[in-house]
């Protein structure tokens, strides 16, 4: 099943040299996408716009779970969080198996545990706790290796891959390799446009394609 990112232009009225426009774009839809990019290259923007579009009714709604987190983490604790986004009562048992799985101990005691008193890791997994418990068919992740150990990467890694494995479409914002290296298609981004975009293995093995271009961190 293939996955179509339509056009996706932003314009800045600062008199700043910097514009997103991209065509719309056909990926296999095999895994998940990786987008890659300098700094300032519009990665995030790129996640903003198609967020943006599809809340304002185009088809299936993207959930953007942003790089920073204040921008996300509005409630006290991941109990009163995901009340507060669903309305409704939770389900316990689900989000305690969530934080499990997300590599925290005492899982049933962070239910309560203040995010104002975790770690920038911390608040990072807790944070994908709660896009998980909310299971979207569509999700964009802006650097959610930030702050997060490579250990606890390699559990976020396996939970992304059964999501594809269940049919959802999954867009990693990431500067690191790994993250690359197992996505099924890569978008290349340079200054707010498409560089390249195609399959993850055919772009890796080609000898003109250089990590460092777009920012990309081996270790």
């Given at each position: 099943?293939?996955?179509?990112?339509?056009?996706?232009?932003?314009?800045?009225?600062?008199?700043s040299?910097?514009?997103?426009?991209?065509?719309?774009?056909?990926?296999?839809?095999?895994?998940?996408?990786?987008?890659?990019?300098?700094?300032?290259?519009g990665?995030?923007?790129?996640?903003?716009?198609?967020?943006?579009?599809?809340?304002?009714?185009i088809?299936?709604?993207?959930?953007?779970?942003?790089?920073?987190?204040?921008?996300?983490?509005?409630?006290?604790?991941?109990?009163?969080?995901?009340?507060?986004?669903?309305?409704?009562?939770?389900?316990e048992?689900k989000?305690?198996?969530?934080?499990?799985?997300?590599?925290?101990?005492?899982?049933?005691?962070?239910?309560?545990?203040?995010?104002?008193?975790?770690?920038?890791?911390?608040?990072?997994?807790?944070?994908?706790?709660?896009?998980?418990?909310?299971?979207?068919?569509?999700?964009?992740?802006?650097?959610?290796?930030?702050?997060?150990?490579?250990?606890?990467?390699?559990?976020?890694?396996?939970?992304?891959?059964?999501?594809?494995?269940?049919?959802?479409?999954?867009?990693v914002?990431?500067?690191?390799?790994?993250?690359?290296?197992?996505?099924?298609?890569?978008?290349?981004?340079?200054?707010?446009?498409?560089?390249?975009?195609?399959?993850?293995?055919?772009?890796?093995?080609?000898p003109?394609?250089?990590?460092?271009?777009?920012?990309?961190?081996?270790?």
């Amino acid at each position: 099943m293939s996955l179509i990112i339509p056009a996706l232009k932003k314009l800045y009225s600062d008199n700043s040299d910097f514009n997103l426009d991209s065509d719309e774009l056909t990926l296999s839809g095999e895994g998940y996408t990786c987008i890659i990019g300098k700094n300032g290259s519009g990665k995030s923007t790129f996640g903003e716009a198609l967020a943006a579009l599809s809340v304002a009714g185009i088809e299936d709604k993207w959930y953007y779970l942003p790089q920073h987190l204040d921008r996300f983490l509005f409630a006290e604790n991941v109990r009163d969080q995901l009340s507060a986004l669903l309305s409704q009562q939770i389900e316990e048992a689900k989000l305690v198996s969530l934080i499990e799985e997300l590599g925290f101990s005492n899982a049933a005691g962070m239910l309560e545990f203040p995010f104002l008193l975790m770690s920038g890791g911390e608040r990072r997994r807790m944070a994908l706790v709660c896009v998980f418990y909310l299971d979207p068919t569509h999700l964009i992740l802006d650097e959610p290796e930030i702050g997060v150990t490579a250990k606890e990467n390699m559990v976020l890694l396996s939970k992304l891959h059964n999501l594809t494995a269940r049919n959802a479409k999954l867009i990693v914002i990431s500067h690191n390799y790994e993250f690359m290296r197992q996505s099924s298609d890569i978008i290349c981004l340079i200054n707010g446009k498409i560089a390249k975009a195609g399959r993850t293995q055919e772009l890796i093995s080609d000898p003109l394609f250089k990590l460092d271009e777009y920012g990309v961190r081996i270790n």
